[in-house]
């Protein structure tokens, strides 16, 4: 297989489901909320795929366990900020050119589904 080079692969982590203490009330505070996390990265695939070598690839499984650790062990106002902050963690990989993160927090008003904010970033 020939790849060009501005091929980019696209690895989705979807439907990470974690609870976090996210909000401005004092319920929110106190009890974990359900919320549910959904990446979206590009990275350049033309190392995975011509070394056929983990070590050229982008590592998901080491993002993803980044993104548990840190809502885990967070606190967190405002959903923007936590987005905000998760899309920094997954840019600080280095392989990664395109990045977009969406957080639902689910039941947040009443009637829906879900809210949910998304941000994204390219490295330039």
Known sequence: MTVDVSTLATI???Q???RAFI???EEE???PQDIIINVFMQYPVENAVLHKDIDHA???RTINKKIISYVDTGRF???ESLVEE???LVMADRQVCFAEV???KPHALRFTDSVSVTLSQRRD
Do not use: C, F, M, S
């Open 12 to 14: 989705k982590i979807k």
């Open 77 to 79: 106002l405002l959903l």
């Open 102 to 104: 969406e957080i639902d």
């Open 86 to 88: 998760v899309l920094t």
């Open 58 to 60: 982008l590592n998901y």
């Open 16 to 18: 990470l489901r974690l």
């Open 23 to 25: 909000g401005i009330n």
């Open 29 to 31: 505070q106190q009890k």
